[in-house]
């Protein structure tokens, strides 16, 4: 493995997590916001595939700078992508499975407040945990499971009842939406395990990875045009409903699939986790100006939880990492000694 790209400098660590925080923050509000006050409504699963779509061409575009000329870049597309059938059908799953998620995502928060599918959306984390220590055989320390529940708690009472009162005056579905969360909290903690665990695998660039996974995404998302809204977009158009907040969303959606790439490449998928839950934070303050919802001592409370479990998630590798130089000076004096 080189080392160069997984020794990442914290600065660009941090700088990574930190657009994921907002553009997951944006993202949510937004989408809940597109879904909820026009009078005309766009289809969701034409949105998803639009959004794969933009991906495929800003990786493309990535790929192209990244290879420096047009030459090698066609070059690394044939034999990475066409020369590649086993490669694009490992990626076809991690792909399928997103293309459900971001369906589930829409469907949940047209029928959902977005203070409560934050809340439940929550459930991915230790579902992600679960799910590294399974298939990336990782051991979790006490306290790095410990600071996972607490996250879940903190976040918790961050959105619990966050609002007396909602401005949404439509027909919503309590239990269609949870339905859908659940979905979507179990595609979430698995693709992005699987999606790890191929990055991580091998020395194949990123942004080869990706276009991977978006030309199977584009495929599976236009047959979910074609299954559930198929009749209806013939009748009335791909692009019915779509206003300039959609195109919005759409935008946030495909920036946020990359930088969640980005991020599961140089950090991992929990720290992901951590990034969206303090996202929660920001969203609930834009849904304060936007949606008129008002700051608890539960709000207040969680909010402290969900940075003391931020900190304490990285306390057990830094430990570690200072621990093991003294143990190693112990065992080779005791090995002299005899």
Not at 51 to 78: D, H, N, P, Q, Y
Not at 153 to 177: D, F, H
Request: one cysteine or more; a positive charge; charged letters at 10%.
């Amino acid at each position: 493995m080189a080392p160069g790209k997984e020794n990442v400098s914290l600065l660009l660590k941090l700088y990574y997590l930190m657009v994921m925080t907002l553009v997951a923050a944006t993202y949510t509000v937004a989408l809940r916001y597109t879904r909820t006050t026009g009078t005309v409504l766009y289809f969701s699963s034409t949105a998803v595939c639009i959004a794969e779509v933009i991906k495929l061409f800003l990786s493309l575009g990535i790929l192209a700078k990244e290879t420096g000329s047009l030459s090698k870049l066609l070059t690394s597309l044939r034999e990475n992508v066409l020369g590649s059938p086993k490669e694009l059908f490992k990626l076809s799953v991690p792909s399928v499975v997103y293309a459900i998620q971001n369906n589930m995502a829409f469907l949940a928060l047209s029928n959902l407040d977005a203070a409560v599918y934050q809340v439940t959306y929550q459930l991915k984390i230790p579902c992600t945990a679960l799910c590294t220590v399974l298939m990336l055989n990782r051991t979790l320390s006490k306290l790095q499971w410990f600071s996972v529940f607490m996250l879940c708690g903190g976040v918790t009472l961050v959105q619990w009842k966050p609002a007396q009162a909602t401005k949404v005056q439509m027909e919503q579905s309590p239990l269609i939406g949870f339905g859908a969360i659940a979905v979507a909290v179990l595609c979430s903690g698995f693709a992005g395990v699987y999606f790890e665990k191929v990055l991580k695998s091998s020395d194949t660039s990123l942004w080869v990875r990706n276009i991977q996974m978006y030309l199977s995404g584009i495929t599976v998302t236009l047959a979910g045009v074609y299954m559930y809204d198929g009749a209806q977009v013939i009748e009335l158009g791909f692009f019915y409903g779509y206003t300039h907040y959609v195109w919005f969303v759409i935008f946030l959606s495909s920036v946020g699939g990359l930088y969640t790439s980005i991020v599961v490449k140089y950090t991992d998928n929990i720290m992901k986790g951590f990034s969206a839950a303090a996202a929660i934070v920001l969203s609930t303050v834009a849904s304060v100006i936007l949606f008129g919802l008002q700051i608890t001592v539960p709000f207040s409370f969680g909010a402290l939880l969900v940075c003391i479990s931020i900190y304490l998630y990285g306390l057990p590798r830094q430990d570690t990492m200072k621990i093991q130089p003294v143990e190693t000076k112990v065992s080779k004096q005791n090995l002299v000694n005899v």
